[in-house]
């Protein structure tokens, strides 16, 4: 056996396969390279379990795990939920050849990957890369995870400048860019990420610099970067969540709602997706799609504590914009009392409104109480378009034009121009929307002309 000097007595490990005989024979791999404490997860959901009750120190995880889910997927859910510490080692254990094409474009990746049938030789060479690799992010990723992120950045700059540095050039600047995107600096993430771009074409490099430019609201520079990308890279998912994110944003729901579509359909158990899928779907009136999308969150996303308030306010909205009131006052009347208490008040607008169209002996006089708050507050787009469809059904035209007006004004107008002109013409209002168009554009003009105030 190769002579690597490493101690993996005190290391739990976790094997995750739902072949019984994979999992001995990946256990007495492990055992062969010293390992002493090895756990088995013999699925998805018993894994999920396992790492969140005690995270191992290495996770071998095979990447088809039966039932439709894959070790991927389940990477993807351990992220999302911040269940995995960047210290710990998640290695991919697969028998596609095919995997190196995937794993080398998309964003979320394991920390390495290795392709069966392989040596405990093979595997020990490999721990040991990623340990050493561990060790010398060590500091930085407690820095990042207290969200420090000028000493995080400090930090990878002195190792971007270190020999020890050298092997892990791609990574410090990869981790760079990412920290300056998650400390708000969309405009340094964008220099860090063209930087790596000018060295080499990553899909993820890519990637970051659409997610940078849609951070600074230049939509239009934005989707001609992340084309390029889902072009390229037809298994990179993420990049084709974010392509659906900029479309949205200029108004394109259709487009959205079509590529989510097709990536939803090869990875029907991403509930993230199907999420999104919803949003598109329902701003494009596409409310069939958007029901069935959120039904399938609700009825099988089922990480604990992955259904939330606003997923079924949510379901609730697709079953109103269906015209489907039982249903929508199901939903809503279901809601746990603690979960309505502890509503945020743009989910209270929206719970409000819904249940004053879907019940209006149970919602209305609830509306009419928040009306004050609704008129007054800074809201979001969604809750904004939830009242307006409320004022509507209930002839409140005050409270309908003023949010109109609103949401028309604000950074998703793109977002929401359909559906605000939508409601309108369903109401037989089209002159008055378009009234308050004109009202919005003049007060724009004003507020842009130079001293205009």
Not at 69 to 82: D, K, M, P
Not at 260 to 269: G, S, V
Not at 331 to 357: C, H, K, P, W, Y
């Amino acid at each position: 056996m190769a002579t690597v000097n490493i101690d993996f007595s005190q290391r739990r490990f976790l094997v995750i396969d739902d072949q019984p005989m994979a999992r001995e024979a990946l256990r007495t791999i492990a055992q062969t390279v010293g390992a002493f404490a090895v756990e088995f997860a013999a699925n998805y959901q018993d894994a999920i379990y396992r790492i969140r009750n005690n995270t191992p120190d290495i996770i071998l995880c095979d990447y088809i795990l039966g039932d439709g889910r894959s070790g991927q997927q389940l990477l993807e859910e351990l992220r999302r939920f911040n269940l995995l510490k960047d210290e710990a080692i998640f290695m991919m254990v697969t028998g596609e050849q095919s995997y190196e094409q995937v794993v080398s474009a998309v964003e979320l990746v394991p920390d390495d990957y290795i392709i069966k049938p392989f040596s405990p030789d093979k595997l020990l060479l490999r721990l040991a890369r990623i340990m050493a690799k561990k060790d010398f992010f060590a500091d930085y990723y407690r820095e990042k995870r207290q969200q420090e992120y000028a000493r995080a950045l400090a930090l990878l700059a002195a190792k971007r400048d270190s020999e020890a540095g050298r092997p892990y050039r791609f990574e410090i600047l990869r981790q760079q860019a990412e920290t300056l995107l998650a400390s708000g600096d969309a405009v340094g993430a964008e220099d860090a990420y063209r930087d790596i771009l000018n060295n080499y074409e990553f899909p993820w490099a890519r990637a970051g610099v659409a997610r940078s430019l849609h951070q600074q609201s230049r939509h239009g520079e934005a989707r001609e970067e992340i084309d390029r990308v889902v072009a390229s890279t037809p298994h990179y998912f993420d990049a084709v969540d974010l392509k659906a994110n900029i479309c949205i944003a200029q108004g394109e729901t259709e487009e959205a709602q079509r590529v989510l579509d097709e990536a939803a359909k090869k990875t029907p158990r991403n509930y993230l997706r199907k999420r999104l899928l919803a949003e598109a779907a329902t701003l494009n009136g596409d409310t069939e799609t958007a029901r069935i999308a959120m039904g399938d969150v609700i009825a099988n996303d089922s990480m604990p504590g992955a259904v939330s308030a606003a997923d079924k306010l949510s379901h609730a909205r697709t079953h109103v914009a269906s015209n489907d009131k039982i249903s929508a006052e199901k939903v809503l009347v279901g809601m746990r009392e603690s979960e309505v208490q502890n509503l945020t008040l743009d989910e209270q607008a929206s719970f409000a409104a819904l249940l004053a169209i879907a019940s209006p002996e149970k919602g209305k006089s609830k509306f009419a109480g928040l009306r004050p708050a609704l008129i007054s507050a800074a809201l979001e787009t969604t809750a904004r378009l939830d009242i307006l469809r409320a004022a509507m059904v209930l002839n409140d035209r005050e409270l309908a034009d003023q949010q109109a007006a609103q949401t028309m004004a604000g950074p998703d107008a793109k977002k929401s121009f359909n559906s605000v002109r939508t409601l309108y013409a369903l109401h037989g209002r089209e002159m008055d929307f378009r009234e308050i168009q004109k009202q919005v554009a003049l007060r724009r003009i004003h507020h842009d002309e130079p001293n205009g105030a």
